[in-house]
């Protein structure tokens, strides 16, 4: 997160950590008690390692009540996900066993209504993704408030030249931005995640381009469909 601040501790108890050999990766969240959604890309250059998630935390390294380490069970990309473009840049990835919810631990219920946030609404994004241009990594959890922009502004040529679906949403990206590492982290705007930071590489606090994030309504029915067919 660039320009934001450090989060109040524990109070986005959805957020969660995808780690490899204890390196956070990237962000994700929860979205039941045994899912976590975050972005397709994130397992790029893992070569079929699994990730593990990590839930509870505030600091990445000091020992906090409630902070826990999960297996994961299966990690499912969206089927249309590919390393080409940011299409349907989603993961879906089943805990090995159910998360303990409590104080520190929580879901974050996702938009199922599929229209389009009004263009200047105030949104939030958290992570534990690089906090300056020089690529510095925070040990605990930043936010910062971003407006949404228009698709048409977004898709402006000297923006992001009409490579914005519709299944996608921007947001200004002038100094204050998500970045490396915050992808899969949840866009929640009036406390209900609306989007998902795309994982692919792109410039951060540039505001020639706006930060993307897959938009989740439209995509309901499928992750309804892999929750219920892993429940058996
Ligand atoms: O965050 C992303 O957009 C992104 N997209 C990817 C694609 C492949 C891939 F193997 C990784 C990523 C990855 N994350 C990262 O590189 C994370 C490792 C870097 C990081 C940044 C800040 C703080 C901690 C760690």
């Known amino acids: 997160i660039l ?87 989603l993961l879906l990835l089943q805990l090995e066993e159910k998360a303990e919810l409590n104080a520190h631990v929580q879901v974050l219920p996702f938009q199922r209504e599929d229209r389009d946030v ?18 510095r990594r925070p040990d605990k959890l930043q936010e910062v408030e971003r407006p949404v922009i228009s698709r048409d502004l977004c898709n402006e040529r ?28 949840p866009l929640v705007c009036g406390g209900v995640a609306e989007g998902v930071v795309t994982a692919g590489s792109r410039v951060c606090g540039n505001y020639k381009k706006p930060a993307i994030y897959t938009r989740i309504a439209p995509y309901a029915a499928w992750i309804d469909g892999v929750m219920a067919a892993a429940a058996g």
Request: one cysteine or more; proline letters at 5%.
């Open 118 to 135: 009004a263009a200047d609404t105030v949104c939030v994004v958290a992570g534990w993704g690089t906090i300056s241009h020089s690529g």
């Open 3 to 89: 320009g934001g601040s450090e989060a109040q501790p524990h109070l986005r108890p959805y957020m969660a950590s995808l780690q490899l050999d204890g390196q956070h990766v990237c962000g994700g969240f929860l979205i039941a008690e045994q899912w976590v959604l975050s972005a397709a890309h994130c397992t790029e250059e893992t070569d079929g390692k699994v990730f593990q998630v990590l839930l509870g935390a505030h600091s990445l390294t000091q020992p906090e009540p409630h902070k826990r380490l999960y297996r994961v069970r299966a990690q499912i990309p969206h089927p249309g996900s590919n390393i080409h473009n940011n299409k349907d840049d």
């Open 158 to 185: 000297t923006r992001h030249d009409h490579t914005i679906t519709h299944k996608m949403m921007c947001t200004d990206s002038r100094r204050k931005d998500s970045c490396k590492g915050d992808s899969g982290g």
